[in-house]
């Protein structure tokens, strides 16, 4: 816990293929803290709206589906992260690129961002959260007690997402995900509302040449050097 009794929560941003995710499920597991995938919502409205037939070009259509839609997340005793949208278990669509590239296309709206604000903070609870996102550092925890920014080249992320869809069955072109990655890195940093960026006392980790067991030691580390853990 924090000082003032407020859950601690470790902010983990960066593009799209990091390893935020993965790093993320693991630390939140070490810790016995919750876990935050902030993307699982911007990709639960991409596919709500395709769903609701509401149009991606209109935010106030998005609006009022990100404030009511009924999602709910689960971990599994063995481990298995699951993702639900109006009752029905939506963990494989949700992660496919195509909803990912709905989910940066909706989350461009700074009122689905507001709508979504509350829904992420809810998630801070006791003892702690690990939240992964591109704006847990800079606009939905603030003032979280440690904020790490992972990142790894173009060719690393789409040549990790490219392996990570071929084990889900889904045959993607590696030269097309590298164009994938890169429309998505453009939108998700160039936009106006919470664009990608490292907070300014993020710690920013390149994960192109290192394993999952070193990144998510390298955190861990990070975390006793600071007295969090
Ligand atoms: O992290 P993930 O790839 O699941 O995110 C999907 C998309 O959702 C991102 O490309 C980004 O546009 C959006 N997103 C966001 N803010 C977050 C998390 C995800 O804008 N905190």
């Known amino acids: 816990m924090a000082a ?3 859950p601690t929560v470790i902010a983990i941003d960066g593009p799209s293929g990091a390893g935020k995710g993965t790093i993320s499920r693991i630390v939140a597991k070490k810790l016995g803290f ?19 037939h509401v149009s991606t070009d209109s935010e106030q259509g998005l609006m009022a589906l ?28 949700v992660r496919t690129e195509k ?9 461009q709206y700074p009122g689905v961002r507001l709508a979504l604000l509350k829904r992420q903070q809810m998630f801070a ?6 939240a992964d996102g591109r704006d847990m550092g800079t606009e939905v925890f603030p003032a979280a007690e440690l904020k790490i920014y992972l990142t790894a ?5 789409a040549s990790r997402r490219h392996k990570e869809l071929l084990e889900k069955g889904e045959d993607v072109s590696l030269p097309a995900l590298v164009e994938q990655v890169r429309a998505r890195d453009e939108r998700d940093m160039n936009r106006d509302a919470s664009p990608l960026r490292p907070a300014d006392e993020a710690i920013e980790l ?10 998510t030691d390298t955190v861990l580390n990070i975390l006793t050097v600071k007295g969090i853990k």
């Open 99 to 107: 909803t990912g590239q709905m989910a940066s296309k909706v989350a």
């Open 125 to 130: 609870q006791a003892p702690g959260l690990v």
């Open 206 to 215: 390149d994960t192109s040449s290192m394993s999952i067991s070193e990144v």
């Open 66 to 93: 990100a404030e009511h839609m009924d999602i709910r997340f689960e971990t599994s005793n063995n481990g298995a992260f699951k993702i639900y949208l109006e009752g029905e278990d939506v963990s494989r669509e």
């Open 153 to 157: 080249s173009v060719e690393e992320r």
């Open 4 to 6: 003032n009794n407020t």
């Open 34 to 52: 919750h876990y935050l995938d902030s993307g699982a919502l911007y990709r639960l409205l991409g596919l709500s709206a395709v769903r609701h």
